[in-house]
């Protein structure tokens, strides 16, 4: 871990990515940059880039052109380190069914060659409140533990960046209602959070900015106060340059 440590960045910028997929165009000369210390909300319709888009800052899809950069230097210079400051929460959530909640973290927490592992779990678990069910198989987790594990094992290495992928799928009151505090600790402690999402009502409650897709191509809500979902429909009903 200590050589990603080493490694930090306090922005990350979009200058003029696309990205094709054979004739699909899924963004297109996207130029864009996200800070640290905010929550900025992704939305579109489906197929509209949002995965694309945080594939590409995840170093997972190469850009077809332009630039990504993370407090100024590209992936390609940072190396394989970079990783190690960027946490995932995708749709396949990455658990283990026949391993207990402690054992998946301890598993990724080896990939990462994590220090003080044991204790990373413990504060891990006490923030998923799944303390009492650290020795369970997932495989006999609901959605939403599944989901409230899956992501402190995105946290578990303490990323500067952090990309979530229609996060609040499959939560009750009580798990939006975690996820909702933790992604407010991760913006007060610094992070950059970057969330797709078709959840305008509990994304309302703690993004910061709002940033739509559509067919590639990106536009920003300038001030994100407000009905999320009402001012969706008017920037997608206008005419986009």
């Not at 871990?1 to 004739?23: K, N, P």
């Not at 909300?41 to 997972?60: E, Q, R, Y």
């Not at 940072?78 to 990455?94: A, E, S």
């Amino acid at each position: 871990m200590a050589a990603s440590s080493a490694i930090d960045f306090t922005q990350v910028e979009l200058t003029d990515v696309s990205r094709h997929f054979g004739r699909r165009r899924a963004l297109a000369k996207t130029t864009i940059t996200f800070r640290a210390g905010e929550i900025a909300g992704l939305f579109g319709p489906n197929g509209a880039g949002k995965s694309t888009m945080l594939g590409v800052i995840a170093t997972l899809v190469r850009p077809t052109g332009g630039a990504v950069t993370y407090g100024g230097a590209s992936a390609r210079s940072l190396g394989d380190p970079l990783r190690g400051r960027i946490g995932v929460l995708g749709h396949d959530l990455f658990l283990y069914g026949d391993l207990s909640a402690r054992e998946n973290l301890e598993f990724f927490g080896r990939l990462y060659g994590l220090d003080r592992l044991g204790d990373r779990i413990d504060s891990a678990l006490s923030a998923a409140r799944l303390s009492e069910r650290a020795n369970d198989r997932v495989s006999s987790f609901s959605r939403g533990l599944r989901q409230r594990l899956a992501l402190e094992r995105a946290l578990l290495h303490l990323p500067r960046l952090v990309l979530l992928d229609e996060p609040f799928t499959g939560l009750d009151d009580e798990s939006t209602a975690l996820l909702s505090a933790r992604l407010r600790q991760l913006r007060d402690a610094g992070s950059i959070v970057l969330m797709a999402t078709h959840d305008f009502e509990n994304a309302d409650d703690v993004i910061d900015r709002m940033i739509c897709l559509r067919e590639g191509r990106v536009r920003e809500i300038p001030d994100a106060r407000g009905n999320l979902r009402a001012r969706y429909r008017q920037v997608m009903a206008e005419a986009w340059s």
